[in-house]
Every structure is written in C-alpha cells, then in structure tokens.
C-alpha cells in the first residue's frame, strides 16, 4: 500500500488536554504532510515535513518523522473546542516509485474536543 | 486571490447521464489534480496534470476525462455517471510538481441515483 495508515481512527479529549495522532507507512517518501478537514470543507494544509527532518513545530502543532520506523506523530498541544475536525496525513512519494508527482493520503483521524 | 475554486458545490444526476465538475486557481500553479473522497477509504487521486496539455492517470480514473486546456482550469467529466461514482469530489492545486502543499477547493458533493 502507498497510503498512509493513521491511528486511532477516532479520538476524543477535553479541551485543554494534548491530543496524540499517528501515521505509519511503508513505502519511501520524499516528505510527509498532515491536513485539517472540518466537516463538510476542504482540506487545509497544517505542516510539512521533509524526509531529512526529525521534528517540526507550527504553533501549537508539533510532528515527529521516524523514517528508520516508517512513522510520524502530530501532536496538538492544549487542544481547543475549534480543532474538532479530521486529520489526515499525505504521503509525498520518492520520485522513483511513482510515474508522476503526487500526494497519497490515509483515512484520517476524527477528532472530538469536549468544551 | 480566490485560490481554487469549484463549482457546483451539489449536484444530483441520474445513472447515465453525463457532468463536468469545474475547478479554476488563481495562484499560477503548474499542478492540479481531482481526488474523490469516500467514507471509510480517504482521498483517492483520479487524474491529476502537472502544465497546460498535460494530464495522467491516478488511482481511480475509470468513467472520469480530464483535459487542461489552460494553467487556470481542471475540468473533471463524468461521461456516464453511475452510482458508484457517488462521493464528494476535491479539486486541489500546488505551485511545486513534487508533492508540496496541495490548495484544496470546497469540495463538490454529487449523487448518482
């Protein structure tokens, strides 16, 4: 599979609390990226992490890239009611394993915030 | 700067029948490409084009035609909708042809009964 697989499928926290999502692969990746959608919108790009970077940070968003493990994490810290929506991360894959460019993306994370 | 645009936002059509679903950027990028989006499976790529006159096939392509006749506009056609085509379709566009940031649209939410 050339998707990523992202864990949990669901997840729910109050708000205040960090909230933890992972991504695993298999393939060779020229970098990985994670995306916010809210119900019913398109997606929005968050962060983007090349496949020489360990660690990245936006604000209150933190991603982690484990290339030796084939995973990532992001991590929001104090999470907010307003970051209720699903995550997902994209694969950007090796120039030499695909007949073109292109992201692949995995089923997402819903995440619930409790105010 | 609009970004990138879809349109029709919802659209019901009969099995058979035919639609084209419109995408415009306004951002000049080379890049563009239509993702279908169904519960349970996450984004599958359809067709995407990296210039003017340039198009390839994705994940999924069977019953969609693509054509880029300009940088601005990725019309997607269905050329005879059938219920399996049923889903919310993403236009999205990106000024680099190696997996950077992708600009997503709103979305086009369609229905084939």
């Known amino acids: 599979s050339q998707q990523g697989e992202e864990d949990p499928q669901a997840l729910s926290i109050q708000e205040g609390e960090n909230a933890t999502m992972n991504c695993s692969y298999k393939?060779?990746?020229?970098?990985l990226q994670w995306y916010r959608q809210n119900s019913g919108r398109g997606l929005v790009h968050l962060i983007l992490i090349r496949s020489n970077e360990r660690e990245k940070h936006s604000g209150r968003l933190r991603v982690t890239l484990d290339t030796s493990k084939k995973s990532s994490s992001l991590l929001i810290t104090a999470s907010r009611a307003a970051d209720t929506a699903s995550y997902f991360c994209a694969l950007a894959l090796s120039r030499g394993e695909t007949s073109g460019s292109r992201l692949t993306f995995g089923e997402g994370t819903q995440l619930t915030v409790n105010p | 700067n609009a970004g990138v645009t879809q349109t029709p936002k919802f659209q019901v059509l009969k099995t058979g029948q035919s639609m084209t679903l419109q995408c415009a950027q306004d951002?000049?990028?080379?890049?563009m490409s239509w993702y279908r989006q169904d519960p349970g499976m996450g984004l599958r790529l359809i067709h995407y084009?990296?210039?003017?006159?340039?198009?390839d096939q994705g994940e999924v392509p069977n019953g969609y035609n693509v054509s880029r006749s300009t940088t601005e506009d990725f019309p997607l056609r269905l050329l005879s909708a059938a219920p399996s085509q049923t889903s919310v379709y993403f236009c999205a566009s990106s000024y680099s042809l190696w997996g950077e940031k992708l600009f997503f649209g709103s979305g086009t939410q369609l229905s084939v009964l």
């Open positions: 951002m000049n990028h080379e890049y």
């Open positions: 393939t060779s990746i020229n970098n």
């Open positions: 084009s990296v210039g003017a006159g340039i198009t």
